[in-house]
C-alpha cells in the first residue's frame, strides 16, 4: 500500500526559529496538502496545492507559512519565525482516485 | 464554507456491542462523505467513505448510512472490539468534490471496554 512519508517525526524549535517540515506524496497523485491539528482538537485545512502552485488556503495559512515542492518527490511546508500557538500536529496528504492518503504527521513543538 | 458537527464527543461501548457515530453538514452540494480513524500518535486512515448517489455502503463491520435531504451521515461500527477504540472523525469537502480540502468534525473518542 502506497504511503505519504512525513519527516522529523518530531521536531522541537525555540520560538523565533525557521522549521521545515517534509513530506513525500504518493508518487502519482497530483494534489497534495497540509492539515494542522492542535493537541486534542479537530484537523484543519491549511493549503493545498497542484500544478506547482497554491490552489487554496485557509486563513491560518498567512505571511508566515510557505509551501514548496523543490523536485519531483518533496512537498514541504515552511514556518518563518515560529510562534507558541505554532505546537501542533502537521500532517500532509495526497488524493489520488481512492482519495485521501495522509502521512502519519509531524509532532512540532515550539518552546 | 463547509460546516461539519459530528456527535457524540466521547463513547464507551462493551465489546461485541454496536457504536454509532453521526455528523451534519451544511452544504447540499457536498458528494462526498469519509470518515476517517486516528489511533494514538498517527495520521488520519480513511476507514470507509460513501457518495452522494447512494444511501448506505458496508465493509465488513463498518457501515455509512447517508440522508442528503436531512444532511447527515453516520458511521455504524457492529461487534465492536479493542481494536477499534480510537478517534473518528467525520469531514465532508463541500461543494468542490473529492480533490479539495476536507472539513472535519470535532471526532469522537470511542472506547470499547472489555
Known amino acids: 500500500e502506497p504511503e505519504v512519508t512525513q519527516t522529523p517525526s518530531h521536531q522541537v524549535t525555540q520560538m523565533g526559529q525557521e522549521v521545515i517540515l517534509r513530506c513525500v506524496p504518493i508518487s502519482n497523485h497530483l494534489y497534495f496538502y497540509w492539515y494542522r491539528q492542535i493537541l486534542g482538537q479537530k484537523v484543519e485545512f491549511l493549503v493545498s496545492f497542484y500544478n506547482n502552485e497554491i490552489s487554496e488556503k485557509s486563513e491560518i495559512f498567512d505571511d508566515q507559512f510557505s509551501v514548496e515542492r523543490p523536485d519531483g518527490s518533496n512537498f514541504t511546508l515552511k514556518i518563518r519565525s515560529t510562534k507558541l500557538e505554532d505546537s501542533a500536529m502537521y500532517f500532509c496528504a495526497s488524493t489520488g482516485l481512492k482519495g485521501y492518503t495522509f502521512g502519519s504527521g509531524t509532532r512540532l513543538t515550539v518552546v | 464554507g463547509e460546516n461539519v458537527e459530528q456527535h457524540p464527543s466521547t463513547l464507551s461501548v462493551q465489546e461485541g456491542d454496536s457504536a454509532v457515530i453521526k455528523c451534519t453538514y451544511s452544504d447540499s452540494a457536498s458528494n462526498y462523505f469519509p470518515w476517517y480513524k486516528q489511533e494514538l500518535g498517527k495520521g488520519p486512515q480513511l476507514i470507509i467513505d460513501?457518495?452522494?448517489?447512494?444511501g448506505e455502503k458496508k465493509d465488513q463491520r463498518i457501515a455509512v448510512t447517508l440522508n442528503k435531504t436531512a444532511k447527515h451521515f453516520s458511521l455504524h461500527i457492529t461487534e465492536t472490539q479493542p481494536e477499534d477504540s480510537a478517534v473518528y472523525f467525520c469531514a465532508s469537502p463541500g461543494n468542490t468534490g473529492t480533490a479539495s480540502k476536507l472539513t472535519f468534525g470535532t471526532g469522537t473518542r470511542l472506547q470499547v471496554t472489555l
Open positions: 460513501i457518495r452522494s448517489n447512494v
